[in-house]
């Protein structure tokens, strides 16, 4: 995904990436000259600000020029850049082929640089190293694993005297007692079209998922559909969702920042979103403690899944003006230090094993579901171009607006999807 999902959101994240990202602004490190000075394009906000310092430090004499941005804003800006000659030395890159800056779609065109043969690159685990490579070859440094559900505010469900729902009547019924009490359940911020997937990613783990783990083989031999598939019935509980009151006010008016400060603030009780967006939280609210817990989708607890996987990680420009020390950036990222200090950053969890990484409490939920093997990748790593995923976005703003319709965009995606790679 941009994110995302599922992973299964999932980052992703983050993210993604489906998704996986943070909405921000721009930073710049000091100047520096020549070989000493390393350009870098990254959605990590919030993050890649501690990871910078710390390579910065091990490198006396090296400055790190770099740039912080949305999603959105960062697809489009970073394709034009590589074609035109004018990207970074390192760029975030999402994992696998669902978005304008996936693995998939950067390496065919040979704007990425093959890492295969970095010290990191053959310790990936397979799902993670099947979303970095393209035709074989590793080009996407990914450091860490994401997942997308119901990130809570502890003092504000304390407060409305709530706790977190794990079936989907519950779910319901939550929502309604939080409206009640004047303080809806989740923060949407659908004005940014990347954030719209996040609840239906998570939504679709349980529903798709839970009945088939093999829906995207099916999908990809042509024997599954999305029109005809639970994926309606997710995106059906979506809308349920959005017409209970589980949302604030306005989704459509409200953008990410906007969304954090509901749910950091405790205006909401909580917001559906990866993992990344926890140390966002964090920062609006020091003293405020988040909880991510899976999205149920059932009254069978025991079913629910949550959308996993690889979060957007680093390539290195083909082109690159200081190669080396784009080498030497992201094997930063990929070692145990590097590697630490932005998942911890992020609230999530390292992509390689034996980091000696302690998981946050704020995702003890999210790590024992991956290692119970009870999350599916973000939907859109899987898919076979980015039109898929773009389509889907817009459709969801054009259905939270009136403009469209569930069984138009399924339709709609299922039209991209057969037009292939």
């Not at 093959?114 to 053959?122: C, G, H, K, N």
Request: net charge positive; with cysteine.
């Amino acid at each position: 995904m941009n994110t995302r999902i599922p992973m299964a959101l999932a980052a992703a994240v983050t993210a993604a990436a489906l998704l996986t990202a943070c909405s921000g602004g721009t930073k710049a490190g000091s100047g520096g000259g020549g070989s000493k000075t390393l350009t870098l394009a990254s959605v990590d906000q919030g993050s890649v600000e501690d990871v910078v310092k710390a390579f910065e430090k091990a490198n006396p004499g090296v400055k790190v020029r770099y740039t912080t941005s949305g999603a959105d804003q960062y697809q489009q800006q970073i394709r034009t850049q590589l074609s035109s000659g004018t990207a970074p030395d390192v760029m975030s890159v999402w994992p696998g082929n669902g978005n304008p800056a996936a693995t998939y779609v950067l390496a065919k065109p040979s704007y990425l640089r093959d890492l295969s043969d970095q010290p990191w690159a053959a310790k990936m685990p397979p799902a993670i190293k099947s979303v970095a490579q393209y035709d074989g070859k590793t080009y996407n440094a990914i450091f860490g694993q994401n997942g997308i559900g119901a990130v809570y505010n502890q003092q504000a469900m304390d407060k409305a005297g709530l706790t977190p729902p794990d079936t989907w009547t519950k779910l319901l019924d939550f929502c309604r007692a939080a409206k009640a009490k004047g303080t809806p359940a989740f923060a949407l911020g659908n004005q940014d079209n990347w954030v719209t997937q996040l609840a239906l990613y998570s939504l679709v783990a349980t529903s798709v998922y839970g009945p088939d783990r093999g829906f995207d083989k099916k999908m990809q031999a042509g024997q599954a559909t999305f029109a005809k598939s639970p994926w309606a019935t997710a995106l059906d509980k979506y809308l349920t969702m959005e017409k209970t009151g589980c949302f604030q006010k306005n989704p459509l008016g409200t953008n990410y920042e906007a969304s954090q400060q509901l749910a950091a603030n405790g205006k909401t009780l909580g917001i559906i979103q990866g993992n990344w967006v926890i140390a966002l939280l964090k920062q609006k609210n020091p003293q405020g403690t988040f909880t991510l817990k899976a999205l149920p989708a059932t009254d069978q607890p025991s079913q629910t899944l949550i959308p996993a996987a690889a979060g957007a990680g680093y390539g290195v420009n083909a082109k690159a003006k200081n190669p080396e020390l784009a080498l030497k950036f992201v094997n930063f990222v990929m070692s145990p230090k590097g590697m630490t200090l932005f998942v911890k950053k992020q609230g999530g969890l390292p992509s390689l094993p034996d980091t000696g990484f302690a998981v946050d409490p704020s995702l003890t939920e999210l790590s024992q579901f991956i290692q119970s093997n009870r999350t599916v990748p973000f939907m859109d790593q899987l898919w076979p171009n980015p039109k898929v995923q773009q389509t889907m976005l817009s459709g969801l703003q054009e259905i939270f607006s009136g403009q469209s319709t569930p069984d138009k965009l399924l339709a709609e995606m299922d039209a991209d999807y057969k037009a292939g790679s």
